[in-house]
């Protein structure tokens, strides 16, 4: 069915196949169509029509037979009209989903009193006014060739604004030239991915624990073989990565995704002479280094081995995941095949949000919304581990100096999954770190993210939690 249009307005396009050998009268043909679409729940109750000129127009027929067979259709019930002469599907049709027996009702999960699921960004506090104002910017000023297909690196006013702020807030080594844009960090590692495959890469090293949905399955479904780098304190233990015989390695040094460890400046020289022995590839995922609250800024690795490392970045932390713009720093060597990895992929991220990206940038906006940002997430993570110490104070939280979640270590004796299902059973979510061991031992943890949850929400869910250990312990 072509566009059946919206409550705001008639569609001008319906698709309907009329057989002038069939010897059926056409206005007939029509209501059928018709009919068997709103059955099929192709055309919504509400959807308007289009005005039977248009639509007579479109199929080559006198205007009198569509409004033959849209008056038959309002006698049967299938069609209302407006005020204002349209037609709509009328509201109390019976609908079936297309192709099925009737539509089932969507299955929702279980209620949750509070959730610290992980990798949400408090999108309510999005900067609508000043990228309303970029994406205005960019509408009014921008020249209609630059809309046609362009280079799939991305826009040079972006490469310039966020090498400029990189270099500045970063510390990264960063040229115009060096920078492609993509959706998200997601997309950015399955582009590097293929690119490290085609340069004959066989086994890349991931941090253990790190996130299971992007490099890990990317990597396997690549073909590659996949080795765990034990994570410490201070992020991932280098002494293991010599022994682990990989061509790159995936790394998040400035806040371990989960754990929150640092990578000391001695670890990361290492990687990088690790790096530069064998010609291997350096993976930052920089992913949330924006937000720190006590602590000293902790400067990119790229900056100090900008032809080993591709620096990731993404606005999926800062501004919203819906957005997906993300961003890669590539040594020089690699930049013309992760352009053409891209173009193959989707041939170059939007060009407007792209432009409106970049202004936001130059103006500052991203500074200021920033600044703004980081108190809110820093009363949260307050209030977490205020609401920690307070209700379990044997638990031991890590990496809370940064980011927008907080990982507390459970005592021994303490088991995850037992806890994690006591406290699902109370309506809260919350994720253990074992589900991100790639070899699957260690101790257990749970993730808060804590970036939507309101200090009060927080504070529920954190009793929530000591309730369920309670039940655990008990049992
Ligand atoms: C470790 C890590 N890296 C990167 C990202 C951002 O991914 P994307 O830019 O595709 O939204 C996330 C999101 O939660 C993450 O957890």
Same mark, same amino acid.
């Given at each position: 069915m072509g566009r059946s249009g919206t409550n705001s307005g008639p569609a001008e396009d319906l698709l309907i196949e009329l057989d *002038? !050998? #069939? +010897? $059926? =009268?056409l206005h007939r043909q029509i209501e059928a169509s018709i009919r068997t679409s709103i059955r099929a729940g *192709?055309? *919504?109750? +509400?959807a308007s029509l289009p005005p039977t000129r248009t639509l007579a127009a479109g199929l080559g027929v006198s205007r009198g037979v569509v409004v033959e067979a849209y008056q038959q259709l309002v006698a049967e019930g299938y069609l209302a009209s407006r005020s204002g002469g349209y037609t709509q599907v009328a509201a109390s049709m019976p609908q079936v989903a297309a192709g099925a027996g009737p539509a089932a009702p969507i299955p929702r999960p279980a209620a949750r009193r509070v959730d610290f699921g992980? %990798? *949400?960004? !408090? $999108?309510?506090?999005?900067p609508r006014a000043a990228w309303l104002r970029s994406i205005r910017t960019v509408l009014t000023t921008t020249p209609n060739d630059r809309f046609a297909y362009l280079d799939g690196r991305g826009v040079p006013e972006l490469h310039e604004a966020l090498c400029d702020y990189l270099n500045r807030v970063r510390g990264t080594s960063s040229a115009p030239g060096n920078v492609v844009i993509c959706s998200g960090y997601g997309q950015g590692i399955s582009l590097l991915i293929q690119v490290l495959v085609q340069h004959g890469a066989r086994r890349i090293a991931l941090e253990d624990p790190s996130s299971n949905d992007d490099a890990r399955v990317l990597a396997a479904a690549a073909g590659l073989d996949v080795v765990g780098i034990p994570v410490g304190p201070d992020g991932v233990q280098v002494d293991a990565l010599h022994r682990a015989d990989a061509d790159a390695v995936v790394l998040t040094p400035s806040h371990q995704w989960p754990t929150g460890g640092v990578l000391s400046a001695g670890a990361r020289a290492e990687v990088i002479r690790w790096a530069k022995d064998r010609g291997a590839i350096v993976v930052e995922d !920089?992913? !949330? #280094?924006e937000y720190r609250y006590d602590r000293s800024p902790v400067g990119a690795m790229q900056g100090l081995a900008p032809d080993q490392i591709v620096y990731c970045g993404t #606005?999926?932390?800062?501004? #919203? =995941? %819906?957005?997906r713009l993300g961003w890669m720093v590539v040594p020089p060597r690699l930049v013309a095949d992760v352009t053409a990895a891209k173009v193959l992929a989707d041939r170059g991220s939007p060009v407007i949000d792209q432009l409106a990206f970049a202004d936001f940038l130059t103006r500052g906006e991203f500074d200021r919304h920033l600044r703004r940002m980081r108190p809110v997430y820093r009363r949260r993570r307050d209030a977490l581990l205020r609401a920690l110490r307070t209700h379990l104070p044997d638990l031991e939280p890590a990496g809370v100096a940064a980011g927008q979640h907080v990982v507390a270590w459970l005592p021994p004796g303490l088991d995850e999954a037992a806890v994690v299902a006591a406290a699902a059973r109370r309506g809260l979510g919350i994720h253990g770190v074992g589900p991100y061991r790639i070899a699957g031992t260690g101790p257990g943890g749970l993730i808060f993210g804590y970036a939507i949850l309101g200090e009060s929400a927080i504070a529920e869910g954190v009793a929530l939690l000591a309730a369920a250990i309670r039940e655990v312990r008990g049992s």
């Open positions: *002038r !050998d #069939a +010897g $059926v =009268p *192709r055309l *919504r109750t +509400g992980y %990798g *949400r960004t !408090d $999108v309510s506090h999005f !920089d992913y !949330d #280094a #606005a999926s932390k800062t501004l #919203a =995941p %819906g957005l």
